[in-house]
């Protein structure tokens, strides 16, 4: 076993696209952890849509061994952690389980927004944290700069930077012996009562629940009969081991080690991440802080395009929350779709890996309705009920305000952008907290918008317009009251409630004209004239026609009285009235997805 003061626990955070995923390759090739002929690229991404996307979606540890420039063995157990905004709540946990922390920052970018908002994550787990520079091998590189910027946000000398190359393994060996000398060991005491943190699970088919576990106090042993301090439930350790990153059975884990836990408990509710473990006969009676249960900022109905797939959607959902602890999901029924599930997201990033998910991991059809915030609508009796879809929103008279989400958004830009950014901001109902200067050529700029006005086109809009430079981050920061209406769409008289939307009052006009025009070319022609009409409450507020397909009834007519045609037209003409009294329109999926880009535009 390891003496606690020879293990080292850190992540590796940073923005987007910053270079963490590379630098753990470079540190997993250092210490011979993966064999010449075993590696690869983005070894840690594990997951398909990881690899082709060239993001990180899951934090993944792996144990490490290394020996220092004197001659002593010490164990590094690095958690990669993802760098978009939508899986922030991954790397809280994965900080949860460290000392310490590499604050990777891309030396031609700069200072990003989730570099900020990261450094402060990680200030606030009470972390150290060790400033590396990455891409020192791009002309663009402009380390000098960004090392003073970096020296600006944590309060650091600018010499304490690290500087390193992750692509070239350049400066990676130094990084090495900085973790062993300037992070701190694990605390923990071997005689204490065990206590060990679930900081992440998933399913496996054949044995169950698998735990990523953080070691606190005191040994966990293979066979021993544990608690589980949330639910009471008392399985038994079947196995312990560690990742390395190939999966290794150890016989125990002890004070300060990272690792994995099998207990052979199939029901998924009865294992949550957070929870702490700790043994029957040896129990502690102070469990562990665990997490704050994350917040879904984004709502949308998920529905089997084959009604029998129901349960089977369920299953794969409950499998699925058991590895994303940020997905929330109830049942749900619509006229149009039917049976499905209403489902809580961080963001479209996170709703979109979770549909591509379930399809390919579970081999679902899924339609997805347009994504809407979480309103609050006060009653008139003063009662407050969320509104997690526009179906829920009650009528103007039964409600005396509706409050919607703001979030504090902080965008970093070149200072060239100011105005360009500013102006888009305010168009989306934006209202300006503070502007500061990071430095001559950066520029931070906090606002206070509407979530609903970002979650939806914003950030593409900010990249194009910023040439790729700007980024943003944000956190929710309350509620407000807001003049919003439910839009609802009525096909043949009929409302769908798949693309009903709750929209700002001055917006309602724009988006119902563009809606019922896409949906005119969407919906297939019918044997009657189809109206589409766009209304806030009873009034009408745009409409198209689609209109009826026509079969030549006079196509055996060779002349002859012209009354004998009007005859034959007369009689199309009430068959038609009739089938518009029992016809059903079809709605292909394409129009569920088109109400998405025109929230987009």
């Given amino acids: 076993m390891t003496a606690v003061?020879?293990?080292?626990?850190?992540?590796?955070?940073?923005?987007?696209?910053?270079?963490?995923?590379?630098?753990?390759?470079?540190?997993?090739?250092?210490?011979?952890?993966?064999?010449?002929?075993?590696?690869?690229?983005?070894?840690?991404?594990?997951?398909?849509?990881?690899?082709?996307?060239?993001?990180?979606?899951?934090?993944?540890?792996?144990?490490?061994?290394?020996?220092?420039?004197?001659?002593?063995?010490?164990?590094?157990?690095?958690?990669?952690?993802?760098?978009?905004?939508?899986?922030?709540?991954?790397?809280?946990?994965?900080?949860?389980?460290?000392?310490?922390?590499?604050?990777?920052?891309?030396?031609?970018?700069?200072?990003?927004?989730?570099?900020?908002?990261?450094?402060?994550?990680?200030?606030?787990h009470g972390l150290e944290i060790i400033p590396v520079l990455n891409k020192l091998d791009l002309p663009a590189s402009d380390p000098d700069r960004v090392a003073e910027e970096i020296a600006g946000v944590l309060g650091v000398d600018p010499s304490e930077v690290m500087r390193?190359?992750?692509?070239?393994?350049?400066?990676?060996?130094?990084?090495?012996?900085?973790?062993?000398?300037?992070?701190?060991?694990?605390?923990?005491?071997?005689?204490?009562?065990?206590?060990a943190l679930v900081f992440d699970s998933y399913y496996d088919t054949y044995r169950g629940v698998v735990c990523s576990i953080r070691m606190f106090d005191?040994?966990?042993?293979?066979?021993?009969?544990?608690?589980?301090?949330?639910?009471?439930?008392?399985?038994?350790?079947?196995?312990?081991?560690?990742?390395?990153?190939?999966?290794?059975?150890?016989?125990?884990?002890?004070?300060?080690?990272?690792?994995?836990?099998?207990?052979?408990?199939?029901?998924?509710?009865r294992i949550r991440v957070g929870d702490t473990v700790t043994r029957d006969d040896l129990r502690t009676e102070t469990a562990l802080p665990g997490y704050r249960e994350p917040k879904p900022m984004v709502y949308s109905g998920l529905f089997p395009t084959d009604g029998d797939d129901f349960e089977h959607l369920r299953e794969a959902l409950e499998k699925l929350r058991l590895n994303d602890a940020a997905l929330v999901f109830e049942p749900e029924s619509s006229r149009a779709l039917g049976f499905g599930f209403r489902c809580g997201f961080l963001g479209l990033l996170h709703m979109e890996i979770v549909r591509e998910r379930l399809e390919r991991e579970y081999d679902l059809d899924l339609v997805a309705t347009a994504p809407s915030v979480a309103f609050r609508a006060v009653l008139t009796g003063g009662r407050e009920i969320e509104i997690h879809s526009p179906q829920d929103l009650p009528d103007g008279g039964e409600r005396s305000e509706v409050l919607e989400p703001y979030v504090r958004a902080m965008v970093i830009t070149p200072s060239e952008?100011?105005?360009?950014?500013?102006?888009?901001?305010?168009?989306?109902?934006?209202?300006?907290?503070?502007?500061?200067?990071?430095?001559?050529?950066?520029?931070?700029?906090?606002?206070?918008v509407p979530l609903a006005e970002i979650v939806f086109g914003f950030?593409?809009?900010?990249?194009?317009?910023?040439?790729?430079?700007?980024?943003?981050?944000?956190?929710?920061?309350?509620?407000r009251a807001s003049n919003l209406v439910r839009l609802d769409v009525l096909l043949n008289g009929v409302p769908v409630d798949s693309f009903s939307a709750v929209i700002h009052a001055d917006r309602a006009y724009g988006f119902g004209r563009r809606l019922v025009e896409v949906l005119r070319e969407l919906i297939p022609r019918q044997m009657f004239d189809v109206p589409i009409q766009a209304a806030v409450g009873?009034?009408?507020?745009?409409?198209?026609?689609?209109?009826?397909?026509?079969?030549?009834?006079?196509?055996?007519?060779?002349?002859?009285?012209?009354?004998?045609?009007?005859?034959?037209?007369?009689?199309?003409k009430e068959g038609k009235r009739r089938m518009k009294m029992v016809g059903r329109v079809e709605v292909p999926q394409e129009a569920f997805i088109a109400v998405l880009k025109v929230d987009e535009d």
């Fill in 5 to 124: 003061s020879r293990i080292r626990n850190f992540s590796i955070i940073a923005h987007i696209d910053h270079g963490k995923s590379t630098l753990a390759d470079r540190m997993i090739e250092k210490t011979h952890a993966v064999s010449a002929r075993d590696m690869r690229d983005q070894v840690l991404d594990s997951m398909d849509l990881e690899r082709e996307r060239g993001i990180t979606i899951k934090a993944q540890a792996v144990r490490l061994r290394y020996r220092s420039a004197d001659g002593e063995d010490y164990l590094l157990n690095l958690i990669d952690t993802p760098g978009h905004v939508d899986f922030a709540y991954e790397v809280s946990r994965s900080l949860a389980a460290c000392e310490g922390a590499i604050l990777l920052v891309d030396a031609s970018q700069g200072v990003e927004a989730q570099t900020l908002a990261n450094a402060l994550l990680a200030v606030e």
């Fill in 164 to 195: 390193v190359s992750a692509k070239t393994g350049d400066g990676v060996d130094e990084l090495l012996e900085a973790i062993i000398t300037r992070l701190p060991a694990p605390g923990g005491d071997e005689a204490a009562p065990p206590r």
């Fill in 218 to 269: 005191g040994r966990i042993s293979t066979g021993d009969r544990l608690r589980l301090m949330a639910t009471g439930d008392t399985p038994t350790a079947d196995e312990v081991g560690v990742i390395t990153p190939a999966v290794v059975p150890v016989a125990q884990l002890g004070p300060g080690e990272v690792g994995y836990l099998i207990t052979g408990i199939k029901e998924i509710d």
């Fill in 538 to 572: 009873s009034r009408i507020i745009a409409r198209e026609t689609v209109r009826a397909r026509r079969k030549d009834v006079l196509a055996k007519c060779y002349g002859g009285d012209v009354t004998r045609k009007r005859k034959l037209l007369e009689k199309q």
């Fill in 417 to 448: 952008y100011v105005g360009t950014v500013m102006e888009l901001l305010q168009s989306h109902r934006g209202e300006m907290g503070s502007m500061q200067y990071l430095s001559p050529v950066r520029v931070e700029l906090v606002y206070r």
């Fill in 459 to 479: 950030f593409d809009q900010l990249k194009s317009r910023t040439r790729g430079y700007a980024s943003l981050d944000y956190e929710p920061d309350g509620y």
